[in-house]
């Protein structure tokens, strides 16, 4: 009944324990695709030493997460589609409680759920049983405004469509954009975080930091401006100096950024 779709680049390390988290779902009815983006450590050899048999291991040249996304989408024989990152870890309940809301809300497209993050591999999982708080729609001026959607944390119809194949970073956000301005329902399922997302230093996809906010800001304000919504792309603009004053404050203390603010709202009252 659901597809599950993880690519993995280089994540020997992780892997296992995501594949870990999957076995031990609630809901059992669901196919693993796996497709590797062309790793260039034992990922595949790890995966096989598992011996599962939901899982189906396809093996690829380099050519990108949105590609092999969007391969897996190809091939997945159920219409719906739940994503995992290979070092991200779900709840054992997750499914079960996306599927739920699913057969009930059937007009909805796309669902998805809080996430904690976390760093180290001892995070308990299912301390307890996940109690459904409520639900709420999800507009697209929400996620231009700040994309609150993580990508493991989303169970959706397959024909939403595909990935942006020509970006190489912030394809999620970039498919939820999308997707909410072609009229696709997203609801988000209040409760305990169901899913949790490994913070690491050996994470691949996009970046962090920074650089990463600077690429969410540009491909939003993107579209904003393109489709009228100008108030966002203000707003988003603000964004930008505000990070990089935290970054100012961060690099060179507080007490010059305290002497720049005074000087700044000088320069303002005198103007």
Same mark, same amino acid.
């Given at each position: 009944?659901?597809s /599950?779709i993880?690519?993995t680049?280089n994540?020997?390390?992780?892997i296992? &324990?995501t594949l870990?988290?999957?076995?031990? $779902? !609630? ?6 695709i796996?497709? *590797? *983006?062309? !790793? ?11 011996s599962?048999d939901?899982?189906? /291991?396809?093996e690829?040249?380099h ?6 996304l ?6 997945c ?5 739940a994503?995992?990152?290979s ?9 079960q409680? $996306?599927?739920?809301?699913f057969m009930?809300? $059937?007009?909805v ?7 904690? #993050?976390f760093?180290s ?10 109690v459904?708080h409520?639900s &709420?729609?999800?507009t697209l001026?929400?996620? #231009?405004?700040s ?7 989303v169970?959706?119809?397959? *024909?939403m469509g595909?990935?942006? &194949?020509?970006?190489? !970073?912030?394809? *999620? ?6 997707? #909410?301005?072609?009229?696709k @329902?997203?609801?988000r399922l209040?409760?305990d975080p169901?899913v949790?997302h490994? /913070?690491? $230093?050996d ?9 990463y906010r600077?690429?969410?800001?540009? @491909? ?18 603000l964004?930008?100096?505000y990070? @990089?004053?935290?970054?100012?404050l961060r ?8 002497y720049?603010?005074?000087l700044i709202?000088?320069?303002v009252?005198?103007?």
């Amino acid at each position: 009944m659901i597809s /599950i779709i993880i690519t993995t680049f280089n994540s020997r390390n992780t892997i296992k &324990e995501t594949l870990s988290s999957i076995k031990g $779902q !609630s809901f059992t009815n669901y196919e693993v695709i796996i497709v *590797d *983006d062309g !790793s260039s450590d034992d990922t595949v050899e790890c995966i096989k030493s598992l011996s599962l048999d939901f899982v189906k /291991i396809f093996e690829r040249p380099h050519f990108g997460r949105a590609s092999s996304l969007n391969f897996g989408l190809g091939i997945c024989k159920f219409e719906l589609v739940a994503i995992c990152d290979s070092d991200d870890l779900w709840h054992s309940d997750k499914l079960q409680i $996306q599927v739920d809301f699913f057969m009930k809300n $059937q007009n909805v497209d796309l669902v998805f759920s809080s996430t904690k #993050l976390f760093q180290s591999s001892d995070v308990d999982l299912n301390s307890k049983k996940v109690v459904l708080h409520g639900s &709420e729609p999800i507009t697209l001026r929400r996620i #231009l405004l700040s994309n609150i959607i993580t990508h493991s944390s989303v169970l959706y119809k397959k *024909d939403m469509g595909v990935y942006n &194949e020509g970006l190489s !970073s912030q394809i *999620d956000l970039d498919f939820w954009l999308r997707s #909410l301005r072609s009229g696709k @329902l997203f609801t988000r399922l209040r409760s305990d975080p169901i899913v949790f997302h490994r /913070i690491h $230093q050996d994470q691949s996809f996009e970046g962090s930091g920074l650089n990463y906010r600077w690429n969410a800001i540009k @491909l939003v304000n993107n579209y904003a401006y393109k489709w009228g919504y100008f108030d966002m792309v203000i707003l988003n603009t603000l964004k930008v100096f505000y990070y @990089l004053f935290s970054r100012y404050l961060r690099t060179f203390g507080k007490v010059k950024g305290f002497y720049t603010v005074l000087l700044i709202w000088s320069y303002v009252c005198v103007m």
